[in-house]
């Protein structure tokens, strides 16, 4: 693969779930910028993503997605998980969608719980009945992931409070045209950069 990257600034990385950790590390290891927009890599993986970014000085830009609405989300989930203790995610895709949940759902639990771990009501292992029911714990929140027809990718995260509630979701079309601009964003930035920075909306915060 060195080969193929030889003259190559950004590597973009919109492959898949079993092909995209190599892929970055590859690019990595030739001193290749990587902006990665393929669902798959756990937090360990970034871990070892980030370490080796760091070691060769280069910038990897990872997103669950790239479209500016979708980070805008990402944004203003972040401020609220500050204020509001209890929420939980729900992640919607296609019915043929492979992976569980979608990179979109996991990185915003993986963020938010960097911010703090949600309260539960019930303890999950005190629950009666099949613990399955409550979704996968990610980032100490339980996500839910649905796969029906119609659906692209649209990430929902409610919070509460008792009386009251506040949902922040996102919904994709059918199109690539609303991630074009958010990779570009990125493609312009991840050269400057140094290890890994995660969510495009970081990258929206600084300016050009």
Request: aromatic share 4%; net charge negative; hydrophobic share 45%.
């Amino acid at each position: 693969m060195h080969d193929a990257l030889e003259g190559v600034d950004v590597l973009v990385d919109y492959t898949s779930a079993t092909a995209v950790k190599a892929n970055t590390l590859a690019a990595i290891d030739a001193g290749v910028a990587v902006v990665v927009g393929s669902s798959g890599l756990t937090a360990a993986d970034l871990a070892e993503v980030d370490l080796a970014a760091r070691g060769r000085s280069v910038g990897v830009v990872v997103s669950g997605n790239f479209s500016l609405t979708a980070a805008m989300c990402q944004a203003a989930a972040l401020l609220a998980a500050r204020h509001l203790p209890q929420w939980e995610i729900i992640d919607y895709a296609s019915a043929t969608k492979p992976d569980v949940p979608s990179g979109t759902a996991r990185e915003l639990a993986e963020r938010l719980g960097e911010i703090r771990r949600p309260e539960l009501g019930n303890p999950i292992e005190d629950l009666h009945g099949p613990q399955e029911a409550r979704g996968v714990t990610v980032g100490g929140a339980q996500v839910h992931s649905v796969r029906l027809p119609s659906f692209v990718v649209s990430t929902e995260v409610v919070f509460a409070l008792p009386d009251e509630r506040l949902t922040i979701r996102h919904d994709a079309g059918g199109t690539a045209e609303p991630y074009v601009e958010g990779t570009l964003l990125a493609v312009r930035k991840v050269p400057k950069l140094i290890g890994l920075t995660r969510g495009l909306d970081t990258l929206l915060l600084e300016p050009e």
